[in-house]
């Protein structure tokens, strides 16, 4: 799965010069929460509904949190911007620009890194600088809640074809030692036991055996490591 299949597309936009109740308006008529900026179909910002948070037309231009006291010691004074924020009537006045971009072809796993990452919730999707679409974190949610239901309920596999595909995943996991553990599956129900060094590999293994299709139930009989040290 890509940026192409999860994108929401054509890109509600505006220009540097539309007005601040134009992009107000927009985003309530599209329920969305933010817009990008395009200048010459090129992205040059965003507008999101935080921008729109602290403005005099409401009497909000003062509810920024208050700055360090060390603030101006470095040169930061936030008040001009702060205050053009807050009273700018256009969008060039009021966007940040710093925007996050993918290709088409970005992976969904660095799409989900890049909103973590960086603290987003808005990626634009370029094609060669031009803008083709627009993701959001919501889009990630869905394209989940629609692969669940996509799937079919799960078949009912036979027991060694569930162990071979368990086995094979727990094996590419660091925390799976194959050496202190063992597994069985009876008509798709897994068994394991040995020695574990913690819980949290108790959930982790179970979590494994609950991905596979034809697992009905998971018993992990392992005892931990510091538990069987002290009974021998």
């Not at 890109?11 to 539309?18: L, R």
């Not at 205050?83 to 925007?99: G, L, P």
């Not at 494994?208 to 002290?230: F, I, K, Q, Y």
Request: proline share 5%.
């Amino acid at each position: 799965m890509n940026a192409r299949e999860l994108m929401k597309s054509p890109v509600i936009s505006v220009a540097p010069s539309t007005p601040v109740h134009e992009i107000a308006e927009l985003l309530l008529e599209h329920h969305i929460g933010g817009v990008p900026v395009l200048e010459n179909d090129r992205v040059v910002g965003l507008v999101n509904e935080y921008e729109l948070l602290r403005r005099c037309e409401i009497g909000t231009e003062r509810s920024a949190p208050p700055a360090p006291w060390w603030a101006p010691l470095r040169g930061h004074a936030s008040a001009p911007i702060d205050y053009v924020k807050s009273h700018a009537q256009h969008a060039q006045d009021i966007m940040t620009h710093e925007v996050t971009t993918v290709s088409e072809d970005t992976p969904v796993q660095e799409i989900a890194v890049a909103f973590t990452a960086r603290k987003v919730r808005r990626i634009m999707v370029l094609r060669e600088a031009q803008l083709v679409g627009i993701l959001t974190r919501a889009d990630l949610v869905e394209a989940l809640a629609r692969q669940s239901a996509d799937e079919p309920a799960a078949a009912s596999h036979a027991d060694e074809w569930i162990e071979t595909r368990l086995l094979a995943e727990l094996d590419r996991q660091s925390w799976w030692r194959s050496s202190q553990s063992t597994l069985m599956v009876h008509k798709g129900v897994v068994e394991f036991s040995g020695l574990i060094e913690s819980e949290d590999e108790r959930q982790a293994a179970r979590v494994a055996a609950e991905n596979v299709p034809g697992v009905r139930a998971v018993n992990d009989n392992r005892v931990l490591w510091t538990t069987w040290a002290m009974m021998n």
